[in-house]
C-alpha cells in the first residue's frame, strides 16, 4: 500500500494532495478520507489505495497512520509562565475598562498593545488538534 504525506487540502473545496513517498503527487478527495476526518493537516502522514483517474492517480481509502506534529502547541509558553501573562493582561483590561467606565477609550499606542496582547496570548490557546 502506498504511503505519503499530506501535501494540502482545502475542505472548502473539497479535495487536496498527497505527496507520495515515491516522489508522486496524488490526487485527494474529499470522499476517501476515513470517516470523522473532516481536515487532515498538512504533513499527515498516511496510506492510501491508488485507482487512475482522468487526469491522473486518485487516492482511495486514505488511512491516517500519524497526525503531524502542532508546531504551535510545541511552541507555547509553559502553564506557569501563561498564568503570569494572563493576571498581567487582566490588570490591563481592567485598567482599561475602569477609563471607558469614565467613557475614555485607552490612547493609540495603549489600544494597540492591548490588541496586540489579546492576539498573542488568544494564538497560545488556540491549539488545533
Same mark, same amino acid.
Not at 27 to 53: C, D, M
Given at each position: 500500500?502506498?504511503?505519503?504525506?499530506?501535501?494540502?487540502?482545502?475542505?472548502?473545496?473539497?479535495?487536496?494532495?498527497?505527496?507520495?513517498?515515491?516522489?508522486?503527487?496524488?490526487?485527494?478527495?474529499?470522499?476517501?478520507?476515513?470517516?470523522?476526518?473532516?481536515?487532515?493537516?498538512?504533513?499527515?502522514?498516511?496510506?492510501?489505495?491508488?485507482?487512475?483517474?482522468?487526469?491522473?492517480?486518485?487516492?482511495?481509502?486514505?488511512?491516517?497512520?500519524? @497526525?503531524?506534529? @502542532?508546531?504551535?502547541?510545541?511552541?507555547?509558553?509553559?502553564?506557569?509562565?501563561?498564568?503570569?501573562?494572563?493576571?498581567?493582561?487582566?490588570?490591563?483590561?481592567? @485598567?482599561?475598562?475602569?477609563?471607558?467606565?469614565?467613557?475614555?477609550?485607552?490612547?493609540?499606542?495603549? @489600544?494597540?498593545?492591548?490588541?496586540?496582547?489579546?492576539?498573542?496570548?488568544?494564538?497560545?490557546?488556540?491549539?488545533?488538534?
Amino acid at each position: 500500500m502506498p504511503s505519503g504525506r499530506i501535501r494540502w487540502f482545502d475542505a472548502k473545496k473539497g479535495y487536496g494532495f498527497i505527496a507520495g513517498d515515491d516522489g508522486k503527487d496524488v490526487f485527494l478527495p474529499q470522499t476517501a478520507l476515513p470517516q470523522g476526518v473532516r481536515n487532515p493537516r498538512k504533513g499527515a502522514k498516511v496510506e492510501y489505495s491508488v485507482i487512475e483517474g482522468n487526469r491522473g492517480q486518485v487516492a482511495m481509502g486514505v488511512t491516517m497512520v500519524a @497526525s503531524a506534529p @502542532s508546531l504551535v502547541k510545541a511552541t507555547r509558553p509553559k502553564p506557569d509562565d501563561m498564568a503570569a501573562i494572563v493576571e498581567d493582561l487582566i490588570k490591563l483590561l481592567d @485598567s482599561a475598562g475602569n477609563g471607558l467606565r469614565r467613557h475614555r477609550y485607552p490612547s493609540s499606542a495603549d @489600544s494597540r498593545k492591548l490588541a496586540t496582547l489579546l492576539r498573542a496570548v488568544a494564538d497560545d490557546f488556540d491549539v488545533q488538534d
